[in-house]
């Protein structure tokens, strides 16, 4: 049982480069969101999906963008990237309209531009 | 959102009982209490959660005041494994009224186990 995983581990990206970072969930889950990490601080949340076909922004969407391609798969592309943007970034999933479920993350995909 | 207060850090002793609190003062009816850690160079893992009563499982106990503005989170024996730092969260999700459930973590605290 992988959980939810994402690829790339690592990525260094140029000033105005885009790339798409991918997450996948196997436990059939709901919903599915994108979080950001920066040093010292705590986790804030990019994006989210309810549901597959919905997307909502969460509290740093600039800059960034998402598609809920399935049920399993969310993924998050930065379209010209940015200094600001070098962080860590955490993928996770739980079902939705059950708050006493846990959530899963992945192992963090992290990104510096420079 | 409801918010939550803890510590910055903490510090115990491998094999003692380590208490960590968390503030909730606006936290809603509905509202369940999440507790969260992160260990260096990971994702966050689930820990424990609950909604009024006490709650134990393999990992932890959560201890909920009488009237729900604050918790502690309760790790019987510390072990070196147990050094991260611990997010206390409030589920927002249906009492936004809305079909969307987030999880808004703060900066959590720090724990550090001395052998």
């Known amino acids: 049982n992988a959980g939810v995983t994402q690829t790339p581990k690592f990525q260094v990206l140029k000033t105005g480069q885009s790339m798409t970072l991918q997450c996948a969930q196997d436990?059939?889950?709901?919903?599915m969101y994108w979080y950001r990490q920066d040093p010292g601080m705590g986790l804030r949340l990019i994006y989210y999906?309810?549901?597959?076909?919905?997307?909502d922004k969460g509290e740093v969407p600039n800059g960034y963008n998402v598609s809920r391609l399935n049920k399993r798969e969310f993924s998050l592309r930065l379209e010209s990237a940015a200094p600001s943007q070098t962080s860590v970034y955490f993928c996770?999933?739980?079902?939705?309209?059950?708050?006493?479920?846990?959530?899963?993350f992945g192992q963090g995909t992290r990104l510096t531009v420079v | 959102d409801a918010k939550t207060t803890q510590p910055n850090s903490m510090e115990s002793n491998e094999e003692e009982p380590v208490h960590l609190p968390c503030n909730h003062s606006?936290?809603?009816?509905?509202?369940?209490i999440h507790w969260y850690r992160q260990l260096p160079s990971q994702g966050p893992e689930y820990v424990i959660h609950?909604?009024?009563s006490n709650v134990n499982n393999r990992m932890a106990s959560l201890a909920i005041a009488e009237d729900r503005k604050s918790s502690t989170l309760i790790l019987h024996r510390a072990t070196l494994r147990d050094a991260a730092v611990y997010y206390c969260?409030?589920?927002?999700?249906?009492?936004?009224?809305?079909?969307?459930?987030?999880?808004?973590f703060g900066k959590g605290t720090l724990l550090t186990v001395n052998p």
């Open positions: 996770a999933s739980s079902f939705v309209r059950q708050q006493n479920t846990e959530a899963f």
């Open positions: 436990m059939n889950h709901n919903s």
């Open positions: 999906s309810a549901s597959e076909g919905t997307t």
């Open positions: 606006t936290i809603s009816g509905t509202d369940y």
């Open positions: 609950g909604l009024t």
């Open positions: 969260i409030l589920r927002d999700g249906l009492s936004s009224g809305g079909s969307n459930y987030k999880l808004t």
